[in-house]
């Protein structure tokens, strides 16, 4: 997939595929020296990071414009989001404790001309957020119980939750469910043929 049929694809404006170009130019000039994205998805990474990272959007809620994105990593998916929200006049704060990796969000949100973009180099168990978001994301960060021990201390009950799960999302839910008291609606991957996109709200302790 070329940056061009991503585009087509997602209906990104001109203006947000610049930014994500941009972005594309510092993650390879990144990869070239770590390892912030498996090498072997590279040659693919416009539909395997940016289209699965950018059919969340599609998903938000109206008027849903702060997000928190858990374990930010090579920016997927917040910095894609963030670029997506930019033109809505949303915002964004990607969590991130490796240093590397936040270094890279940092250079990256910079050659986007993100500026309502912020970088929190911190463990999530360590962020307090105040407002509280109205979105939060995680990709690839851990099974779900795990994650929405997390998710929960960011958000609060106008916050909707957006995780994208591969083939054992099932078992990750029952499992989930012995400990947290949720709504759940199932989102089919366009990525992926077991992927799934789980949106959750009304997150609540069991």
Sequence with gaps: MTP???????NVSRETLTRLKAMDRVLMEWSDRH????????PDR???HYLDSA??????????????????GAGF?????????AERGGSAMLIESTGKKAAFLREAARAME????????????AVKLSPKPRIVTARALAPLPKLLAYAYEIGDENTKYFFPKGQDVARE?????????MTVKRHKSLTSPSGT???IGKLARA
Excluded: H
């Design 4 to 10: 061009e049929e991503f585009a087509a694809a997602t």
């Design 35 to 42: 390892n912030l994205v498996a090498r072997s998805t590279l």
């Design 77 to 85: 998916p917040g910095l894609v989001l963030a670029a997506i929200l």
């Design 173 to 181: 839910l029952a499992e989930a469910a012995t400990c947290w008291q």
């Design 114 to 125: 993100l500026p309502d973009v912020t970088v929190l180099p911190e463990r999530i168990e």
């Design 55 to 72: 059919q969340i959007a599609a998903l938000l809620p109206a008027g849903a414009l702060t997000l928190a994105d858990l374990g930010s």
């Design 46 to 48: 416009w539909e395997r």
């Design 197 to 199: 996109i789980l949106e």
